[in-house]
């Protein structure tokens, strides 16, 4: 049991601070276990906000600045598989402390829409629920690492065959890295634990299944992120606006 004095007195006192499509920027996290397609869909998602004039970063976790790429180097290879639990909590704290104050923020307060492969809540659910450490201490150290920072709008990427068929996709073309490496058990717990996220923020955390057809995820993603950038409407009333995705795939 981690002690609350000690979590209160590591946590900011600063509140929770939220980027608004109406003042400032716009910051929009991709979540999901292995192989739902995050990276692939942030691509499609920039390249529409680009069209229309937006500026846009986007970014990875753990990395998204020199510092945190080399712990990204560390956090996943395979030849640390010693790696003790709190250890990689902090390995992905100190990644995301970097890239909040060095990438995020800057951004945001430009104006910006950040659009980012993971944030917060996967440490919640890979740490936590995966591997079972303390709710509580991984919120705190969450809390420290973002100085308070939440995302606008989350979207979680869930793949439809499970755990199993994600690790399959993330695994088929370039192998396994540290974490998914893990167990499949380990795997269904993450899942589990985004889950129960979403069922916990469902305002914030919107979910959308990874279809085969490109095109079919596309839509959903901008359809939950329609409220934030009215024009998408546009793009979802148009049956066409989305076919190119699915053209020319191996």
């Known amino acids: 049991m981690v002690d609350g004095t000690i979590l209160e007195q590591l946590a900011p006192t600063e509140p929770v601070e939220r980027a608004s499509a109406g003042e400032g920027g716009v910051f929009i996290t ?10 692939t869909h942030i691509r499609f998602l920039s390249e529409a906000l680009r069209k229309r004039g937006l500026e846009v970063v986007c970014v990875r976790e753990p990395g998204g600045t020199s510092i945190g790429e080399e712990l990204r180097q560390v956090v996943l290879n395979c030849n640390n598989r010693n ?10 704290e100190a990644a995301r402390a ?64 499970g755990a199993e068929q994600g690790l399959e996709r993330a695994t088929r073309r370039f192998g396994a890295d540290r974490l998914e490496m893990e167990d499949l058990s380990f795997h269904e717990r993450v899942v589990e634990g985004f889950a129960r996220i979403q069922e916990q923020e469902p305002e914030r955390v919107r979910k959308v299944v990874s279809d085969d057809q490109r095109s079919v995820t596309a839509r ?31």
């Open 30 to 39: 991709f979540e999901g276990g292995e192989g739902t397609g995050k990276s």
């Open 98 to 161: 970097q890239i909040v104050q060095e990438t995020i923020r800057p951004a945001l307060s430009r104006g910006a829409v950040v659009l980012c492969d993971r944030f917060a809540d996967s440490t919640v659910a890979y740490q936590a629920y995966g591997r079972g450490l303390s709710l509580d201490l991984v919120r705190a150290c969450n809390h420290i690492a973002c100085r308070g920072l939440k995302p606008d709008r989350t979207i979680l990427m869930v793949a439809p065959g």
């Open 83 to 92: 790696m003790a639990d709190d250890c990689e909590l902090l390995i992905y």
């Open 220 to 250: 959903g993603v901008f359809a939950a992120l329609a409220d934030l950038f009215p024009w998408m409407q546009e793009l979802l009333d148009d049956s066409s606006s989305f076919d190119s995705l699915d053209r020319g795939r191996p």
